[in-house]
T-cell receptor, first 114, second 114 residues
Framework: AQTVTQSQPEMSVQEAETVTLSCTYD???????LFWYKQPPSRQMILVIR??????QNATENRFSVNFQKAAKSFSLKISDSQLGDAAMYFC???????????FGQGTRLTINP | DAGVTQSPTHLIKTRGQQVTLRCSPK?????VSWYQQALGQGPQFIFQ???????QRGNFPDRFSGHQFPNYSSELNVNALLLGDSALYLC?????????????FGPGTRLTVT
């Protein structure tokens, strides 16, 4: 069974600084997709960034970028120039071509200090 | 363009009772997935509905059942409620259900079982 592990229950960073959230996953599949979702106190899960496993280039969305290491099964999220609005729970998630479900990690609570 | 909506926002039930949660997908989406998120945990996949049929199911007992209507909206029913069913129930919609499509999440229904 596929599993997703986030080893950092909590992280904090000063506003305007850079922070990296870690995620590892376990799978025997070769074709899959990885996601980072943000869940603010409003509870609504918002997609931050997506990476297709067949793409070697790391995905980037404005201040958010990933470091995808397929051999190491690692998928970290880097947030540059952290803003107060980035404070939230961040979940790493996995999906395969043949499955319809997202498999989530346990989340990392990110605090931004002004 | 309305996003995913869920009702009710909060619900309190007594152990042994039955509950129905409702979800309307994002306009244009035809697939609805349900997730259970216990406090401090990542969401767990319950099941997915497409073309009014359950397409995939997670590791949840038969007490959890669902339905999808011709307008693509969906219901999640839980019978014989247990204290452990207390959680945030998230609905996500997508087009076609494939992993290349982003799953849009609703704000969730907070269920408390006493």
């Amino acid at each position: 069974a596929q599993t997703v592990t986030q080893s950092q229950p909590e992280m904090s960073v000063q506003e305007a600084e850079t922070v990296t959230l870690s995620c590892t996953y376990d799978t025997s599949e070769s074709d899959y997709y990885l996601f980072w979702y943000k869940q603010p106190p409003s509870r609504q899960m918002i997609l931050v960034i997506r990476q297709e496993a067949y793409k070697q280039q790391n995905a980037t969305e404005n201040r958010f970028s990933v470091n995808f290491q397929k051999a190491a099964k690692s998928f970290s999220l880097k947030i540059s120039d952290s803003q107060l609005g980035d404070a939230a729970m961040y979940f790493c998630a996995y999906n395969t071509q043949g499955a319809q479900k997202l498999v989530f990690g346990q989340g990392t609570r990110l605090t931004i200090n002004p | 363009d309305a996003g995913v909506t869920q009702s009710p926002t909060h619900l309190i039930k007594t152990r042994g009772q039955q509950v129905t949660l409702r979800c309307s997908p994002k306009s244009g989406h035809d697939t609805v997935s349900w997730y259970q998120q216990a406090l401090g945990q990542g969401p767990q996949f319950i099941f997915q509905y497409y073309e009014e049929e359950e397409r995939q199911r997670g590791n949840f007992p038969d007490r959890f059942s669902g339905h999808q209507f011709p307008n693509y909206s969906s219901e999640l029913n839980v019978n014989a409620l247990l204290l452990g069913d207390s959680a945030l129930y998230l609905c996500a919609s997508s087009l076609g259900g494939g992993p290349t499509y982003e799953q849009y999440f609703g704000p969730g229904t907070r269920l408390t079982v006493t």
